[in-house]
Antibody, heavy 119, light 107 residues
């Protein structure tokens, strides 16, 4: 089955670090892009960034540049999104999604990882 | 570049819902639509203005011209109740711009 399976809910304190994951299966991980999308509680979708696992090339939204880092483990077909110092405003659901081909569209989504940051 | 969507649309079962996505000369861009049911991840329902991915019912269709793209849902069902987001690509550095979303309520 073609799917993206994300890691579970995370509860953290401000200033802590965090790395969430997105495991791909059922398709060739290195021939597609993986993107991340944030959804704050009760709000819409915001693009975080896009990564090409084959060469680890990345593009970040200006709104997130410098605050998050995308990476990938090609041997385990897993993408990661990490923070070195969380803020309360990072509280949100984070979705990973696949882009196949050159058209910028997400044709497959993970189930989401809820990140709660509170003191 | 800003995309505009009406915050909400209400429609009776069996009727037709037309969801709009406005943007300056959006007709010159490629528009995609996502459906997000409550508590679930988004699902791509229309890509490339009017192409339905596998598994998406023919009741959903898309169009794009001028300053408005439209997602049309005919014979609306209870299961169509969801938030719908349009999305365009602006450049290599800004490949994903989402509209604010429209909540569809089935009466």
């Amino acid at each position: 089955e073609v799917q993206l399976v994300q890691s579970g809910i995370e509860v953290k304190k401000p200033g802590e670090s965090l790395k969430i994951s997105c495991k791909a299966s059922g398709y060739r991980f290195t021939t597609s892009w993986i993107g991340w999308v944030r959804q704050m509680p009760g709000k819409g979708l915001e693009w975080v960034g896009l990564m090409y696992p084959a060469d680890s090339g990345t593009t970040y939204s200006p709104s997130f540049q410098g605050h998050v880092t995308m990476s990938a483990d090609r041997s385990n077909a897993t993408a990661f999104l990490q923070w070195s110092s969380l803020k309360a405003s990072d509280t949100a659901m984070y979705f990973c999604a696949r882009q196949t081909g050159i058209i910028d569209v997400f044709d497959l989504w993970g189930q989401g990882t809820m990140v709660l940051v509170s003191s | 570049y800003e995309l505009t969507q009406p915050p909400s649309v209400s429609v009776a079962p069996g009727q037709t819902a037309r969801l709009t996505c406005g943007g300056n000369s959006i007709g010159s861009k490629i528009v995609h639509w996502y459906q997000q049911r409550p508590g679930q991840a988004p699902v791509l329902v229309i890509r490339d203005d009017k192409v339905r991915p596998s598994g998406i019912p023919e009741r959903l269709s898309g169009s794009n011209s001028g300053n408005t793209a439209t997602l049309t849902i005919t014979r609306v069902e209870a299961g169509d109740e969801a938030d719908y987001y349009c999305q365009v690509s602006l450049s290599r550095n800004e490949p994903f711009v989402f509209g604010p979303g429209t909540r569809v309520t089935v009466l």
